[in-house]
């Protein structure tokens, strides 16, 4: 995925559901912090952006999680037309530590406004260290080699990402457990 995909999911995702600003989550949240001329190709390689709309409570979060992905979502008439898809998601799609969203990283610009240039929408996207937590987390193949790529590309702060580890919820303290366990043998490795 490029730069310019995630601005089109940015405005598209803004648009579908009426609100002035999203939350990227997912793998290309990425872009938000790293020009993709300088990510690995295993860092851009999903076709497909992981949306958490902003909203009062999870309930209203996941409806309009579900008008995203409804209209842009896998197999969608929209993923035909332009080659990636929106997935709409809530807050329990992520494990995130603490102070995330004090972190996240804007991306506003003309690409990301309607036609016409107004309203400007804003994707705010995961802190490179932050997503890398929430990959580790999920710990799924394609996440472990996310997190590599971008450690042996030194683009993150490994020891940034363990002391991260440490601030989730202790309901998320095994998770915690076994991805500090793979960081800490990667890091070693590297």
Same mark, same amino acid.
């Given at each position: 995925?490029? +730069?310019?995909? #995630?601005?089109?999911?940015? +405005?598209?995702a803004c648009q579908i559901?009426?609100?002035?600003?999203?939350? $990227? *989550?997912?793998?290309?949240?990425?872009?938000?912090?790293? *020009?993709?001329?300088?990510?690995?190709?295993?860092?851009t390689m999903s076709m497909e952006v992981d949306i958490l709309p902003i909203a009062a409570d999870n309930d209203e979060t996941a409806r309009l999680a579900d008008l995203i992905e409804g209209v842009a979502g896998e197999f969608s008439p929209f993923e035909d037309l332009h080659g990636f898809s929106i997935d709409g998601v809530d807050l329990q799609t992520s494990v995130l530590p603490s102070g995330w969203r004090d972190r996240l990283v804007p991306v506003t610009n003309a690409n990301t406004a309607a036609p016409g240039g107004d309203p400007q929408f804003t994707g705010w996207c995961l802190d490179k260290e932050d997503l890398c937590v929430a990959k580790l987390c999920a710990l799924r193949e394609k996440d472990r080699n996310f997190v590599a790529a971008? *450690? +042996?590309?030194?683009? $993150?702060?490994?020891? *940034?990402?363990?002391?991260? #580890?440490?601030? #989730?919820?202790?309901?998320?303290?095994?998770a915690a457990s076994s991805a500090h366990r793979w960081l800490t043998s990667l890091h070693r490795r590297e």
């Open positions: 995925m490029r +730069r310019d995909q #995630l601005e089109h999911a940015i +405005r598209t559901i009426g609100h002035p600003d999203i939350i $990227v *989550v997912g793998s290309q949240a990425i872009l938000g912090s790293i *020009v993709e001329e300088e990510l690995p190709a295993a860092a971008l *450690v +042996r590309a030194d683009l $993150v702060d490994t020891h *940034v990402i363990l002391g991260r #580890l440490a601030t #989730l919820d202790p309901n998320h303290a095994r």
